[in-house]
Structure formats: structure tokens, C-alpha cells
């Protein structure tokens, strides 16, 4: 069965560094577009960054300058590293992906458990 793993959330000060991971597990052959989006309290789910299998990124304006992201295709995992942290960026973090080729059927648009982030002193 396929699915994604996130790992790396916690409670953080403000102006700390958290980095997050997701490992896709399962037999898996390829995967596409892979992400992190965040959802606070009584906010929508929102992108924080994106990178495609050719390593091209995509950053929300809010973290630009603040959070790196990054994956490795061997691993099947993508990173997100969190520096500067603010009280604003507290919220559970999910990881995407948008599709996978595995030994059965593709799937699409696939989400992680989540895990929490908490900023504050």
C-alpha cells in the first residue's frame, strides 16, 4: 500500500529552524510534483512550496527567502527546511504529491497524515 510518511514537526521559538520530511513508501516507479501545503486553525489549506521531478520550485510568498525545499527521487522523499520561523507559521503541514506510478494503478493527488508545527516563545 502506498502512502506518504511525514516526519520532523514540533514546537519550535520564534526565529528557530524545523526541517520536515515525507517519504513516499510502497513500490513505487515514478513520482511527479511533490509539495508541503499548511493549514492553521480556522484557515484553509494553503501551498507553501512545490517542486517539480526536474527540481524546479515554487514558493509561497510568505515564506519566500525563509524555506527551502528540496526531494530526493532515490529516496522517494522530499524535505522542507524551515529557517526564521514565526508565530504565523504555526499549522499542520502536508505533504502532496500530485501523481504516482506504481506496480498497480497510478494514483493522484495524494496526501501525507499531516504533522504539527508550533512557533512560539
Known amino acids: 500500500q502506498v502512502q506518504l510518511v511525514e516526519s520532523g514537526g514540533g514546537l519550535v521559538q520564534p526565529g528557530g529552524s524545523l526541517r520536515l520530511s515525507c517519504a513516499a513508501s510502497?513500490?513505487?516507479?515514478?513520482?511527479?510534483?511533490m509539495g508541503w501545503y499548511r493549514q492553521a486553525p480556522e484557515n484553509q489549506r494553503e501551498l507553501v512550496a512545490d517542486?517539480?521531478?526536474?527540481?524546479?520550485?515554487n514558493y509561497a510568498d510568505s515564506v519566500k527567502g525563509r524555506f527551502t525545499i528540496s526531494r530526493d527521487n532515490a529516496k522517494n522523499t522530499v524535505y522542507l527546511q524551515m529557517n526564521s520561523l514565526k508565530p504565523e507559521d504555526t499549522a499542520v503541514y502536508y505533504c502532496?504529491?500530485?501523481?504516482?506510478?506504481?506496480?498497480?494503478?497510478?494514483?493522484?493527488?495524494?496526501w501525507g497524515q499531516g504533522t504539527q508545527v508550533t512557533v512560539s516563545s
Open positions: 502532496h504529491v500530485d501523481r504516482m506510478t506504481t506496480n498497480r494503478e497510478p494514483l493522484y493527488d495524494v
Open positions: 517542486i517539480t521531478r526536474g527540481d524546479s520550485t
Open positions: 510502497g513500490i513505487i516507479f515514478s513520482i511527479g510534483s
